[in-house]
């Protein structure tokens, strides 16, 4: 079965869509969003537990994978197939985080914080309903472990003997497509923003509140 992306559309009129790559600020302005206009956050990172107890290997085959069984197999694994498990996955993780957000009351603003495909994005919310965030490759590159969310990760990976090593893989997996998501971005027809050392909150704040229609 397969709900009509107009119909999901209709449902979600109510949500606000910050997606867009990884340490573009997505977080800290649905934050603000949340405490300022009162908007209901939803981080969709926050539910990866819960969409893995529902996954199962032939309809979520990437979010199937046991990487328990071997992790460091899974860091060390070759840059193109972890990243294409990681794409794979995030469009996996897309149908479960709009199942929850079809849940919520068509009266409560809510913002969300994720990683959900621009295509999908695309099909299921207007244009003045999303703002995409991304950091350019070289600040991805350098910060992306440096957040709270991500340090458990990062300790994890380095207490192996070849820690380091297997950082770099995983950086360099993470990395390995920035250059294409970015002009995937760019035409998406989405309102964005690439992040820079000279922005500032309150600003980036103000360019997505007059998109959205707050101001």
Not at 49 to 65: F, H, K
Not at 87 to 113: G, M, N, W
């Amino acid at each position: 079965m397969k709900i009509a992306s107009n119909i999901i559309k209709a449902h979600l009129k109510n949500v606000y869509f910050l997606c867009g790559g990884a340490y573009g600020g997505k977080t800290t302005m649905a934050k603000l969003l949340e405490e300022k206009h009162g908007f209901l956050r939803y981080r969709q990172g926050d539910h990866w537990n819960e969409y893995a107890r529902i996954a199962n290997a032939t309809e979520q085959p990437a979010m199937s994978l046991d990487r328990s069984a071997d992790w460091h197999g899974y860091f060390a694994q070759p840059p193109r197939q972890y990243a294409d498990w990681l794409h794979a996955s995030t469009r996996e993780e897309a149908d479960f985080a709009i199942a929850d957000l079809l849940r919520f009351p068509q009266d409560q603003k809510v913002i969300v914080d994720g990683l959900i495909p621009i295509d999908i994005l695309q099909e299921i919310s207007d244009t003045d309903h999303v703002f995409l965030l991304f950091a350019p490759d070289e600040m991805k590159r350098k910060h992306y472990f440096d957040r709270a969310d991500k340090d458990d990760v990062y300790q994890f990976i380095l207490s192996f003997p070849d820690g380091k090593d297997l950082l770099m893989n995983v950086i360099e997996a993470l990395n390995i497509d920035n250059e294409v998501e970015r002009q995937a971005i760019i035409h998406s027809g989405f309102k964005y923003l690439e992040r820079t050392d000279h922005d500032t909150i309150e600003n980036t704040l103000s360019i997505i509140e007059k998109h959205f229609g707050l101001r």
